[in-house]
Nanobody, 120 residues
Framework: QVTLVESGGGLVQAGGSLRLSCAAS????????MGWYRQAPGKQRAAVAHITSGGSTNYTDSVKGRFNISRDNAKNTVYLQMNSLKPEDTAVYYC??????????????WGQGTQVTVSS
């Protein structure tokens, strides 16, 4: 069994910062790619940032220069540092990961989400 648990969401003023964390636990042989997605009210879930096992990153255009994704492989954790937050960043943020419970299997997992609300 593998679980992903997000933390770090909350209320913040526009221009402020938050750091989200997502920790994976359970039967883990290796963690491959990890990413952050978000879903605003009335909108589809959309990718925010992505990081490979080797540390290569990608960001959606609207967060480039403001958000930074990183990972700590020893802790099975991925982070999303969010700076210069805007009201349009308000959403539920979800962690996603490709995880191998054994060397010959790979599955995709989702966390339960954490609310980020940015006031103007």
């Amino acid at each position: 069994q593998v679980t992903l648990v997000e933390s770090g969401g909350g209320l913040v003023q526009a221009g402020g910062s938050l750091r989200l964390s997502c920790a994976a636990s359970g039967s883990i042989f290796s963690i491959n790619a990890m990413g952050w997605y978000r879903q605003a009210p009335g909108k589809q879930r959309a990718a925010v940032a992505h990081i490979t096992s080797g540390g290569s990153t990608n960001y959606t255009d609207s967060v480039k220069g403001r958000f930074n994704i990183s990972r700590d492989n020893a802790k099975n954790t991925v982070y999303l540092q969010m700076n210069s937050l805007k009201p349009e960043d308000t959403a539920v943020y979800y962690c996603n990961a490709d995880i191998s419970p054994t060397w010959y299997k790979n599955y995709n997992y989702w966390g339960q989400g954490t609310q980020v609300t940015v006031s103007s």
